[in-house]
């Protein structure tokens, strides 16, 4: 008898802006074969899978017609069940993740628990919510991480009107930020937070998710043999 998959989490932005395509095709056909996922968005809303090609649409018109393809909203998440999160590269992520207060509880659930976090490109935006209430200081302070370079976000015509800009915003909160060159994949992995520079990163982060949760699966298997 085989044994139970872990849960993973997917957080998806709702915003105009999107969830990019074939990353998040990248990203959960990777997670979904090692993890059961569920998605989850603000308030369950539906996402925006932005920059589809012809194969992409194909691949979405099957997904969509599942009903694992509908997220759930981030109020009714039990974050004690899952074992991991990942955020894929999303461009919506700075305008609906950044600063949503109920994504903070979440995110910083894993902090505390020390569980495995994965965030890609754009979505790494979204770990900026986990902000202390009490001491107004980030939960990612000292670790390091990557994510998209001032350079690369300077390339997107909405460039000025970004409300966050992820490379300044993990040196001003204390973080250890580095990057490779512009599109080059580049994957920091600190304790228990794997970060992708870019979405050409997502298939090395997602690997890394994976065997991390393994080894802690089989860490916990064995401690549970000793007793």
């Known amino acids: 008898m085989s044994a139970p998959r872990l849960h993973c989490l997917m957080v998806l ?3 105009v802006e999107g969830v990019s395509a074939h990353p998040f095709i990248q990203a959960y056909t990777l997670a979904s074969s090692n993890f059961s996922i569920q998605l989850a968005s603000p ?3 539906n996402v925006e899978y ?3 090609d012809d194969n992409n649409r194909r691949w979405f018109n099957e997904f969509r017609s599942k ?3 509908i997220p759930i909203a981030f109020e009714t998440v039990d974050s004690a069940r899952y074992s991991a999160l990942l955020i894929p590269s999303s461009p919506g ?3 609906d993740l950044a600063n949503n207060p109920e994504l903070s509880q979440i995110v910083s659930h894993f902090i ?3 569980k495995p976090v994965c965030a890609i490109g754009n979505g790494i935006a979204a ?3 986990a902000m202390s209430a009490e ?3 980030w939960g990612f302070q000292n670790y390091s991480m990557t994510g998209p370079s001032v350079f690369e976000l300077a390339r997107n015509p909405d460039f000025s009107s970004l409300p966050v800009i992820i490379e300044d915003f993990i040196k001003d909160h204390g973080g250890q930020y580095n990057s490779s060159d512009m599109d080059a994949v580049h994957v920091i992995i600190d304790r228990h937070v794997i970060t992708g520079q870019n979405a050409q990163s997502t298939l090395m982060a997602v690997q890394n998710l994976t065997l991390i949760c393994a080894q802690n699966k089989h860490a916990l298997a064995g401690s549970r043999d000793l007793r």
Do not use: F
Request: charged residues 20%; hydrophobic residues 20%; aromatic residues 0%.
């Open 43 to 45: 308030h369950g809303k």
């Open 67 to 69: 009903s694992s393809s």
């Open 93 to 95: 992520a700075v305008h």
């Open 50 to 52: 932005v920059h589809q």
């Open 127 to 129: 770990l900026c919510c």
């Open 112 to 114: 505390r628990e020390k």
């Open 135 to 137: 001491s107004k200081t």
């Open 13 to 15: 932005s709702s915003a």
